[in-house]
């Protein structure tokens, strides 16, 4: 025989989180770096984005969040499809130029015109190349679904990771870019 479960004594809701309080926490989950560019109107476009997963082995099919008050997010959708950059550890030049809203993103950076028409970083570990299939709304960011075209995997070097607001995990001092600077706002940029 089973016990009924009983009901907390407090049957209120506590407060959602904190903006704060929720990126410390998600802080904690240490992920790979990417940056997703596509060409609207001939002009290369991008963002430095961490919320990226694979979905589906069959349809091969790929997501990453995006920012619905982003400047970039908006043109990479009018595109029509995408390339996500998975960047290497040596790469936080790269992540720190899209990860800002500051600059000419890619001046003077040396990048590549895939068939599939969307810019291809140099120099990065892996590039997925997906038209965009479906979109959904979830709170101020859009969940963006990629049925996959081309797979690349040009490098084998070691993968750049975000943990703790900085990057690598094996760090012993602070990050040198404060989290305000950088990931605060997630994948802001879009």
């Keep these: 025989m089973t016990a009924e479960p009983r009901p907390p004594s407090d049957l ?28 609207d109107g001939g002009e290369p476009v991008g963002f430095a ?8 082995l069959e349809p091969p099919l ?5 920012d619905r008050g982003g400047r970039t997010w908006p043109r990479i959708r009018a595109a029509g499809r995408f390339c996500v950059n998975v960047l290497g550890e040596d790469q936080e030049e790269v992540c720190l130029r899209f ?24 120099g990065v570990l892996a590039r997925v190349h ?5 979109v959904h709304a979830a709170g101020d960011h859009d969940v963006v679904i990629g049925l996959v075209r081309e797979l690349e995997t040009p490098s084998d070097a070691r993968p750049l990771i975000f943990f703790r607001s900085g990057f ?14 950088l990931w605060a706002w997630g994948d802001h940029w879009g």
């Design 62 to 66: 790929v997501l990453f969040c995006a």
């Design 12 to 39: 209120r809701d506590p407060p959602p989180p904190t903006p704060d309080e929720l990126r410390r926490a998600l802080g904690a989950f240490a992920t790979g770096v990417t940056v997703i560019t596509a060409l």
């Design 168 to 181: 690598g995990v094996d760090r012993r001092e602070p990050p040198a870019v404060p989290a305000a600077d």
């Design 130 to 134: 997906a038209d965009i299939r479906d």
């Design 99 to 122: 990860g800002s809203s500051k600059g000419a993103k890619f001046e003077g950076l040396e990048w590549d015109r895939s068939r599939w028409g969307a810019p291809a970083l140099r």
């Design 49 to 56: 984005c961490q919320s990226f997963a694979s979905v589906s």
